[in-house]
Every structure is written in structure tokens, then in C-alpha cells.
């Protein structure tokens, strides 16, 4: 029985690369041997990645993608062989590539964390000093990136109407946001895969919202487990989670209740990728990959149409629809809030289902392109709770392109609760760790107190509508094809020559 086995190593890396084909495969993860040969065909990312390392030491590949309690809680026990003596294990003595070199010469070269003075600029460092994959994966947007462009772009169509002469000697940027009172109206979202750029993963960035008192959104593909991110938890810091809802409503069940007895403060059903997007910077860099071209349609199961980001959320049920809503709320008390709500209709059915809140968001764009800005729809959308009474009904956030303070104000001035940030801190926890957050968050606190002072709010409470001007919020300017002719009519007739003759 494999739990009698004994922890000290007694099984040698002689005799697990024996184990090295399709027909007996095992691989080495954190130091003990599994027998993975039947599970091949149902690996979400194709077989071949395992195979590549079949009898050798995955652990270095594994870990950044899988949270470390994968193998136990999905792998029958039986197939769990033991410990392994590493010292016999043949290290492969990874040549550094080119690219490798010129990557560590880079982190040598990079600018201090004190340079950056904005968002943007820890999103300059990271394209630089990331592994390609974690970069590709981090920064790609579905399609063409249109949206993604349009998420940060939308707020410069938004100006603001400031006040004069108000005392704003004390700022006061606190509100509550699920009846949670945090010192800034932002949350860090959930994004996945965390170890792929910064081998602690999700954890630093529970450690940076418990230093600046903001709530965490912990993501299901999270790489760090869902029990580790917990435990990172400081006193009473507040974390919600993000739920990709599983084809099996037992596991989405099961990992429901977990949260809500680990004391999660909020449950944000993702309702915007019932199939993830088409990122094709990540799919382009999955196929440096040999062993994750997932392209392939060798004899597995599942749909490799969408690249890498595809294969690891195959579980997803495409099938979730409004009539789950009274299931969810009887399996838990905790507040329920659909993240990836894009238009007015939805909102209003989200109350009529009684949710709790809803985000207005596009998946920072990586899934459907041409989709709006989440604070285009907030314009749309906040105008017609307040008309029908309903805008204490629900919590609205919007998240998608927050990169200032002012990105911020202007959410709250419309009637956001708060807002949701994604790659910003990814890109300061993989450049900088948990320095790069904390600098981040901090940054982004200095810019609300400067910008509250001169709109002239005091007060979130100040923050209201009459704040902006919305007037150009639903122009969509994207480059319109250039008509050559009539650009070009005053020059083809008339030229200076032909002035002088
Ligand atoms: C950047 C990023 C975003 C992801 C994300 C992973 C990354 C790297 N992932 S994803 O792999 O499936 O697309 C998730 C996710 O797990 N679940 C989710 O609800 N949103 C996911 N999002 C979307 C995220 O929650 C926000 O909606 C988005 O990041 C906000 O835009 P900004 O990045 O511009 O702040």
C-alpha cells in the first residue's frame, strides 16, 4: 500500500527512467515518483508535455502551471509510488540558451524599483526580464487586442469638471466594499498562474493587499494552491475568490463550501468564458514548447483549438446559464457577484436573481475583442439603475485598463464600488516581487490623494457624476480605413507648380 511506503527516498531515478514511454510512464514531482500512464489521455494539456519528461524530474515545468495539492487531490492513490532518492536522480544540465543569457544580462541591467514611478513602467520592466511564456501569457489579449487597447484607452475619453475652492486638507479615499472597509477602492483580480512569473506565485500578492489593506481576489487557476493562499492570509485581511464553473457541479460544489469555511468574503462567478479567448501571444510562445504544442489532435480528448490557455481550463462549463444562479445560492451565505457582466440587460437580471454585485468586465480583454470597456458600460448602465431606483440594489465593479488613480476616480464618480486591477501588479510581483506590489499599490495611493485634491473631492462620498464629462465616453475610435481618394484630391489637382504657371 503506497502509504506504508516510506518517505526516505528508497526508490532510485535508475529505475524510474525505465519508466520513460506512453506504456509505463512516471515522472518525479517534488521529489516522489507517480505512475501517470493512465491519466496521459486526460491530461487538459495534452500528453506530450508528460511524456517529454517520462522517468525524469518534472518538477521545475510542473510547478509554475499546477497548484502543489494537483497531484493528490486528482491522482488515485495507488498511483502515488513513494519517495525518491534524489541523489540518484541524473539532473539534466539545461544548457542556457541564448535567450536565457540575454534575459539574466537584462535582470542584471534593470532599472531600480525606485524609477518607477506609474503602473505602466513596472509593465516596461517585466517585458524585458520575464521568461517569454510568462510574459506571453501575462500580457496577450484575445484577437487582435482591440479591447484590451480600448480598456485603458476609454478612460482618456472621460474628462473631468473639478471643483475650486473646497477644503481638501484631509483626504479620506476608504470605502466598504461587500460591508469589508478597505483604505483604497481597488482589489487586486484574479489572474492566473502566478508561478509563471514569480515562483512564490499568488502568495505575494496576498502579502502586498494585507500591507495595504486591500482585499484579494484568488483566482481558480491559481498557482499556488487555494488552502496556501488561505493560510498566507494576515488577521483579518479579506480575500474573495474567483470560480471558473466545473462541468462537474459536485467539484464546483466542493470547492464552494472550502471557500466559504476558509472564510472567504465573496464568491465571483466568472460568467465571460464559457470557452477562454484566443490569445495568440501566448499560443505562439507555447509552441517554442515541443512539448506543449497542443495543436496536436493526436488521440486525447480535448480541445487544443485555443492554445495552451485553452488546454488548462477544459473543465469549464460552457453550459452555465442563469438558471444555476438559485444553486449557487443554496449551496453557500456567502455574496454571490457574476464577474464579466457587459451590458445593462444583465445587470438588471442579476438583480432580479438577487446577486450580490456584478463586475463590468471584458477579461482585460482576452476574450471576446471589440467587447466594450467595463467603464463604458458602467456610463451606460448606472444612469438606468438610478432611473428604475435600483442602484443600492447591487454592487457594482468594474476592472479592465486601470492603470492611474484618475481611472479609478472616474469609475467611482459614475458609481463603481471599486475596482478589480490585473497586470499591473503581475508585472510588479514578476519584475520586483513583493517590493514591485507594494511600490505599485502605493503609487497608485499617492495619485488618489494628488487627484481627490485637485477634482476637489475630500471624500469617495464626493466622487459623483456630475464630476465628469461623459460627452465622447461611447466613441469608438479605432483606425478607420484610409479613403486614399479623398485624401489625396487637393494634391492631385492642384500642386504648388501649378500655382506659379
Ligand atoms: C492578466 C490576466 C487576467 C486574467 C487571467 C489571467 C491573466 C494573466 N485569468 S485567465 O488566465 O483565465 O484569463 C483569469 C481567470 O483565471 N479568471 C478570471 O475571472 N479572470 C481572469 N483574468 C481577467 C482579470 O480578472 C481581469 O478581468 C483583468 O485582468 C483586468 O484587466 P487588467 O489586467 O487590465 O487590469
Redesign the pocket.
Known amino acids: 500500500d503506497p502509504a506504508e511506503r516510506p518517505e526516505v527516498g528508497d526508490l532510485t531515478g535508475e529505475e524510474i527512467a525505465k519508466h520513460n514511454s506512453s506504456e509505463s510512464c512516471w515522472v518525479i514531482v517534488n521529489g516522489k515518483a507517480y505512475d501517470v500512464t493512465e491519466f496521459l489521455p486526460e491530461h487538459p494539456g495534452g500528453q506530450k508535455i508528460i511524456l517529454k519528461y517520462a522517468g525524469k524530474d518534472a518538477t521545475e515545468e510542473y510547478s509554475p502551471v499546477h497548484p502543489p495539492d494537483t497531484l493528490d487531490k486528482y491522482l488515485p492513490r495507488e498511483k502515488h509510488l513513494g519517495a525518491v532518492n534524489m541523489t540518484t536522480v541524473e539532473q539534466e544540465t539545461k544548457e542556457e540558451s541564448p535567450e536565457e543569457k540575454a534575459r539574466q544580462e537584462r535582470i542584471k541591467a534593470m532599472p531600480k524599483l525606485e524609477v518607477c514611478y506609474n503602473l505602466m513602467d513596472f509593465e516596461a520592466v517585466a517585458r524585458h526580464v520575464m521568461k517569454k511564456t510568462a510574459w506571453a ?2 500580457s496577450s489579449a484575445a484577437d487582435d487586442e482591440i479591447t484590451m487597447r480600448e ?1 485603458h484607452s476609454a478612460f482618456h475619453k472621460i474628462w473631468f469638471r473639478p471643483k475650486v475652492l473646497v477644503d481638501v486638507e484631509n483626504i479620506d479615499m476608504s470605502t466598504t466594499m461587500l460591508g469589508t472597509k478597505v483604505d483604497i477602492p481597488f482589489y487586486v ?4 498562474l502566478g508561478k509563471l512569473g514569480n515562483p512564490e506565485g499568488e502568495v505575494v500578492l496576498t502579502r502586498g493587499a494585507h500591507k495595504h489593506n486591500v482585499i484579494q481576489m484568488i ?3 491559481a498557482s499556488c494552491s487555494f488552502d496556501e493562499i488561505c493560510d498566507e492570509r494576515k488577521g483579518d485581511q479579506v480575500q474573495w475568490l ?1 470560480l ?1 464553473v466545473n462541468k462537474d457541479r459536485e467539484i464546483t460544489k466542493k470547492i464552494v463550501q472550502h471557500a466559504e469555511a476558509r472564510g472567504i468574503k465573496g464568491l465571483f462567478i ?1 460568467v465571460d ?1 464559457p470557452q ?1 479567448g484566443r490569445r495568440e501571444k501566448d499560443m505562439r510562445t507555447k509552441f517554442d514548447d515541443t512539448g506543449s504544442n497542443v495543436q496536436n489532435t493526436n488521440n486525447d480528448n480535448v480541445d487544443r483549438s485555443q492554445g495552451a ?1 485553452r488546454a488548462i ?1 477544459s473543465f469549464i462549463d460552457p453550459a452555465l446559464s442563469w438558471k444555476d444562479i438559485p444553486w449557487f445560492q443554496s449551496i453557500t451565505k456567502m455574496p454571490i457577484l457574476l ?1 464579466g457582466v457587459q451590458r445593462v440587460e444583465d445587470v438588471l437580471k442579476a438583480i432580479e436573481y438577487g446577486c450580490d454585485g456584478v463586475v463590468l ?1 471584458n ?2 480583454g ?1 476574450q471576446l475583442d471589440t467587447a466594450r470597456s467595463g467603464i463604458e458600460i458602467l456610463a451606460e448602465v448606472m444612469p438606468i439603475l438610478r432611473e428604475r431606483g435600483l442602484q443600492d440594489k447591487i454592487e457594482i465593479y468594474i ?4 492603470r492611474r488613480a484618475t481611472d479609478i476616480i472616474k469609475a467611482l464618480c459614475l458609481g463603481a464600488k471599486g475596482v ?5 501588479f ?1 508585472f510588479a510581483m514578476s519584475a520586483y516581487g513583493l517590493p514591485g506590489v507594494d511600490r505599485a499599490m502605493q503609487l497608485l495611493k499617492d495619485e488618489m490623494v494628488m487627484n481627490m485634491r485637485l477634482i476637489g473631492a475630500p471624500t469617495v462620498a464626493d466622487l459623483t457624476p456630475d464630476m465628469l464629462d461623459i460627452g465622447s465616453a461611447r466613441s469608438h475610435y479605432v483606425n478607420q480605413p484610409e479613403d486614399t481618394l479623398a485624401l489625396r484630391a487637393y494634391d492631385a489637382l492642384i500642386t504648388p507648380n501649378d500655382m506659379l504657371k
Open positions: 501569457y501575462y480598456n483580480t484574479a489572474t492566473a483566482p481558480t487557476l474567483q471558473y466568472t468564458a477562454l490557455a481550463s464577474k468586465s477579461h482585460g482576452r476592472d479592465g485598463g486601470i478589480g486591477i490585473g497586470r499591473p503581475l
